[in-house]
C-alpha cells in the first residue's frame, strides 16, 4: 500500500479557489488552482520564449532606427535583407506557437477541477491534454478561463478602492480629537 502525505490534503485547500461559472458556457464551473512550483516554470518559460527575437534582426534594425525620431515600418520592412525578413518570420510564427502553449500549460496548470465531462454532475480533477484541446477550441470558454485562472494566480493583492491620505497637518482625525480634550 502507498504512503499517503498528510499534508497534501490540508495543503490542497489554500491551493483550490473558489467553483466558478462560466458566463460563455452557462451550468458548467471550473476550481481554479494556484500554480505548482513546477507548473509556473514551465508557464514562464514558454511565455519568455515568445518573446524571442534574433539578435541580429535587432542589431540591423537599431542600425536603421539609430538618429532617426519617426520610424515608419514599412520602410523599415522594406530596408531590411532578405535574411533578416526571414529570421523575423520564423520569430512571429514562433512567437504564435509559442503563445499557444503558453495558453494550453496555463490551463493546464491552473483548472484545478471542472464539471466540462458528459454525465458528471460532480467535479471532476482529472484535466488531460484532451480536455484543454477541447477547451481551446471555443475561444470565449478559453479565454473566460484564463481570466478567472489569472485572477486567482496573481500574487499581489488588488488595491483597495478606499485610499489613505495624510493630511496636510500631519495628523489623523484621532490624534487631533485626543490632543483637543488634552488641552
Known amino acids: 500500500m502507498a504512503r499517503q502525505y498528510a499534508f497534501k490534503k490540508d495543503a490542497q485547500k489554500s491551493i483550490l479557489g473558489i467553483k466558478t461559472e462560466l458566463e ?20 514562464k518559460e514558454s511565455a519568455s520564449a515568445s518573446l524571442d527575437m534574433p539578435e541580429s534582426v535587432l542589431e540591423e534594425v537599431a542600425g536603421m532606427v539609430d538618429g532617426e525620431n519617426e520610424v515608419n515600418t514599412n520602410d523599415l520592412m522594406k530596408k531590411l535583407t532578405p535574411i533578416s525578413k526571414a ?25 484545478g477541477a ?26 470565449d470558454i478559453t479565454n473566460e478561463c484564463l481570466s478567472i485562472i489569472g485572477k486567482h494566480n496573481t500574487p499581489l493583492a488588488q488595491a483597495s478602492e478606499e ?21
Do not use: W
Request: net charge negative; charged share 25%; glycine share 6%.
Open 24 to 43: 460563455s458556457a452557462p451550468g458548467y464551473f471550473i476550481v481554479p488552482r494556484k500554480y505548482t512550483v513546477t507548473g509556473d516554470a514551465v508557464i
Open 87 to 111: 529570421k523575423l518570420l520564423k520569430a512571429r510564427t514562433s512567437a504564435a506557437t509559442n503563445g499557444i502553449e503558453t495558453t494550453r500549460l496555463v490551463l493546464l496548470h491552473g483548472i
Open 114 to 139: 471542472h464539471n466540462f465531462y458528459d454525465g458528471e454532475d460532480e467535479l471532476s480533477k482529472d484535466v488531460t491534454d484532451d480536455l484543454i484541446k477541447n477547451i481551446m477550441d471555443y475561444a
Open 163 to 183: 485610499t489613505s491620505e495624510t493630511p496636510p497637518n500631519g495628523y489623523t482625525s484621532k490624534q487631533i480629537s485626543e490632543e483637543e480634550t488634552v488641552s
